[in-house]
């Protein structure tokens, strides 16, 4: 079926829930648009998994701090609709802030204790009440769906898996891997902030990540050498300014020491305008005997 634009929840949930009525089933992609490569992985997987794929396109206040880059975030829905059509996408919900919080403001809000608490929830404390907040809203507007999100962002997944769980909504959480480009940086919508100089150093963060995925797999099972080993690569950097290089537990995203099982190594680093985040696994078999 050819793309089709909705902006209201009434409109989008009629469509879907006919389409269940049916028998079929509904891939989600939630975006925050200035679509590329990246979501389009996730859209050609939710193409093949699914029946009917609905994308959304919606810049949420939420998930931005005081100071943050919400009114300059980059914006393009013609190029968009465009990529979500080349995907085969069936239906794009592109909703006015109104139309997701009519009232101005938002009363209430869902909190993911624990696992939003490290990482990025230390740097940006207010974010990721925002981010499943949005995700709880859009979980229920769209009903039953497998929804597809990016290991880029690995925190984000962890913390819409563990509210999908805590909540019993009928959602599946697909994670799928980060694409990157042919010098390894992660494909973000925010690597637009990037000038050439900055874009030729950004590079250096999965450098640091696999530096640090080097050192666990030779042997290094102390957390603390292996966030000394990617805050170097980092550091030599002079046009990369460090917030945090990180090795966790994948599951919980708390420190362990020593070093056991599935890992995740995790990364924030500034150029300029531009804070972009990356993230590599690792795994470390237990000591037996």
Known sequence: MPLTTVTTIVELRHALDAARAAGQRVGFVPTMGYLHAGHAALMAAAR?????VVTSVF??????GPNEDLDAYPRDLPA???LAEAEGVDLLFVPATAEMYPDGSVRTTVTVAEVSAPLEGRSRPTHFAGVATVVAKLFAIVGPCAAYFGEKDFQQVAVVRRMVSDLSLPVEVVACATVRESDGLALSSRNAYLTADERAAAPVVHRALQAGRAAVEAGERSAAAVRSVM?????????????????????????????VGELRLLAAVRFGRARLIDNVGAHVLP???
């Open 287 to 289: 000591v037996v005997g």
């Open 231 to 259: 805050t170097e690569v980092i550091g030599a950097e002079p046009r990369a300014d460090l917030d945090y290089a990180e090795v966790v537990d994948a599951a919980t995203l708390q420190v362990v020491d020593p070093l």
């Open 59 to 64: 810049v949420n206040p939420l998930q931005f």
């Open 80 to 82: 968009d609709t465009a």
């Open 48 to 52: 093949v998994d699914t029946d009917v």
